[in-house]
């Protein structure tokens, strides 16, 4: 059924919409979506969220979480990406998801894909605001992330004297007395997701 759904979005390069019940969030672009018995990959059309590993990973995947929790969400399949995933608008309780994480600053608009004048004043006022990861005044781009040796991208976290461990490129990296770690210890902070 998924793949059939794929074709006749490929075949008729036209826009089409349904409902479904979120199966899990990848991570603050991606989701998947109950369909039938089976479930379809869906990537938030015009939005770029931090990797997992990345600075806000996590974070961006916790709001999408709670955005879509609970709640049947409203897709408008625009297109289906190189990797067979629906490329599409999500409402969830009518709230646009990819609106909603860009204004909230855990993501960014992804304007190689997207030139949706929505996104950009979206992304102006988290950055004016100062929300999420523009509480940084320069975050990386995922796709300057994505760039980066996998080495880089692995960086060790900093492990404080609380017990609470810290992405590379948070404030509180390698502040106070702390050490090194690679693998998960602790608790991961509220603002970089570590």
Same mark, same amino acid.
């Given at each position: 059924? +998924?793949?059939?759904?794929v074709?006749?979005?490929? $075949?008729?390069?036209c826009?089409?919409?349904?409902?479904?019940?979120?199966a899990?969030?990848?991570d603050?672009?991606?989701?998947?979506?109950?369909?039938?018995? =089976? !479930?379809?990959?869906?990537?938030?059309f015009?939005?770029?969220? &931090? !990797?997992?590993?990345? *600075?806000?990973?996590?974070?961006?995947?916790?709001?999408?979480?709670?955005?879509?929790? =609970? %709640? +049947? *969400?409203?897709?408008?399949?625009?297109?289906?990406? +190189?990797?067979?995933?629906?490329?599409?608008?999500? $409402?969830?309780? !009518? *709230?646009?998801?990819? @609106?909603?994480?860009?204004? !909230?600053?855990?993501?960014?608009?992804?304007?190689?894909?997207?030139?949706?004048?929505?996104?950009?004043?979206?992304?102006?006022?988290?950055?004016?605001?100062? @929300?999420?990861? $523009? %509480?940084?005044?320069? &975050?990386?781009? /995922?796709?300057?992330? @994505?760039?980066? /040796?996998?080495?880089?991208?692995?960086? &060790? %976290?900093?492990?404080?004297?609380?017990?609470?461990? %810290? $992405? &590379?490129?948070?404030r509180?990296?390698?502040?106070?007395?702390?050490?090194?770690?690679?693998?998960?210890?602790?608790?991961?902070?509220?603002?970089?997701?570590?």
């Amino acid at each position: 059924m +998924k793949w059939l759904i794929v074709f006749l979005l490929a $075949w008729r390069a036209c826009a089409f919409e349904f409902s479904g019940e979120v199966a899990r969030v990848v991570d603050g672009d991606s989701l998947s979506v109950k369909f039938g018995t =089976g !479930e379809i990959r869906v990537r938030l059309f015009g939005i770029d969220a &931090p !990797e997992i590993n990345q *600075i806000g990973g996590w974070a961006a995947k916790r709001l999408l979480e709670d955005l879509t929790a =609970g %709640h +049947k *969400i409203r897709l408008r399949v625009v297109d289906v990406d +190189k990797y067979g995933r629906l490329v599409a608008w999500a $409402w969830a309780n !009518e *709230i646009n998801l990819n @609106r909603w994480m860009i204004y !909230e600053g855990w993501a960014w608009h992804y304007r190689r894909y997207s030139s949706d004048f929505s996104l950009f004043v979206a992304e102006k006022a988290a950055k004016k605001a100062g @929300r999420g990861l $523009w %509480h940084n005044k320069t &975050p990386q781009s /995922p796709w300057m992330f @994505r760039r980066q /040796p996998v080495a880089a991208q692995r960086a &060790p %976290h900093w492990l404080n004297q609380t017990g609470v461990r %810290h $992405w &590379p490129g948070c404030r509180y990296y390698r502040q106070g007395a702390g050490r090194l770690i690679r693998k998960k210890e602790g608790r991961a902070c509220a603002i970089c997701g570590g």
